[in-house]
């Protein structure tokens, strides 16, 4: 299912990332936006995606090796979230709402001949990653939040608000910053 508050904890996921990259290893330039929208007029499901600042489509098929690891945590880190909020193995994310991402992601493990490192890396998100942050319950108050609160609707699709979601994710950063460091 798609709902609203799945696919905006999805994307907070994609987003959180890109600020953790930013701040802890000074990579990357932030988002340039985040968009939720329904697949349709009549539909209750929802897709969404963050758009990063000077990262383009192309940049898909031409990625230093250097930047690897960087494009790996922020695309998979939706699913992380979603993994979290839902209780679920993050597989199911990846085959289901997250199946753009995986996609997105075994390509560019092709392309830089490392696609024999998908399942072992998300065998350690599994298991290792999405446990400590559950065990630590570092995520818990993803299960109250509401996203109505921190998007705002732009003709037919909900645009996050940056400021808000910014301070959203700055109150993460402080207990989630070490575990995203070590991962």
Same mark, same amino acid.
């Given at each position: 299912? #798609?709902?609203?508050? &799945?696919?905006?904890?999805?994307? !907070?996921?994609?987003?959180?990332?890109?600020?953790?990259?930013?701040?802890?290893?000074?990579?990357?330039?932030?988002?340039?936006?985040? =968009?939720?929208?329904?697949?349709?007029?009549? /539909?209750?499901?929802?897709?969404?995606?963050?758009?990063?600042? +000077?990262? &383009?489509?192309?940049? !898909?098929?031409?990625?230093?090796? *250097?930047?690897? =690891?960087?494009? @790996? *945590?922020?695309?998979?880190?939706?699913?992380?979230?979603?993994?979290?909020?839902?209780?679920?193995? @993050?597989? @199911?994310?990846? /085959?289901?709402?997250?199946?753009?991402?995986?996609?997105?992601?075994?390509?560019?493990?092709?392309?830089?001949? =490392?696609? +024999?490192?998908?399942?072992? !890396?998300?065998?350690? !998100?599994?298991?290792?990653?999405?446990?400590?942050?559950?065990? #630590?319950?570092?995520?818990?108050?993803?299960?109250?939040?509401?996203?109505?609160?921190?998007?705002?609707?732009?003709?037919?699709?909900?645009? *996050?608000?940056?400021?808000?979601?910014?301070?959203?994710?700055? /109150?993460?950063?402080?207990?989630?910053? /070490?575990?995203?460091?070590?991962?």
């Amino acid at each position: 299912m #798609h709902d609203l508050k &799945t696919v905006f904890i999805h994307e !907070l996921g994609h987003y959180t990332s890109h600020i953790l990259n930013k701040n802890i290893f000074n990579h990357g330039e932030g988002v340039e936006k985040m =968009k939720i929208c329904r697949y349709s007029e009549s /539909s209750d499901e929802y897709r969404g995606m963050v758009k990063s600042i +000077n990262f &383009t489509e192309e940049d !898909l098929y031409y990625m230093p090796q *250097a930047y690897l =690891k960087f494009y @790996i *945590a922020r695309t998979i880190y939706g699913c992380v979230f979603q993994s979290y909020y839902l209780e679920i193995d @993050i597989e @199911i994310c990846l /085959s289901n709402n997250g199946w753009q991402d995986s996609r997105n992601l075994k390509g560019v493990l092709k392309r830089n001949k =490392k696609l +024999n490192k998908f399942n072992s !890396l998300v065998n350690i !998100l599994s298991k290792d990653h999405i446990y400590e942050l559950k065990h #630590h319950k570092i995520l818990d108050l993803l299960k109250d939040i509401n996203p109505k609160k921190y998007l705002q609707l732009n003709e037919d699709c909900f645009i *996050a608000d940056k400021d808000k979601i910014e301070e959203l994710i700055n /109150s993460l950063i402080p207990k989630l910053d /070490s575990y995203y460091n070590k991962w």
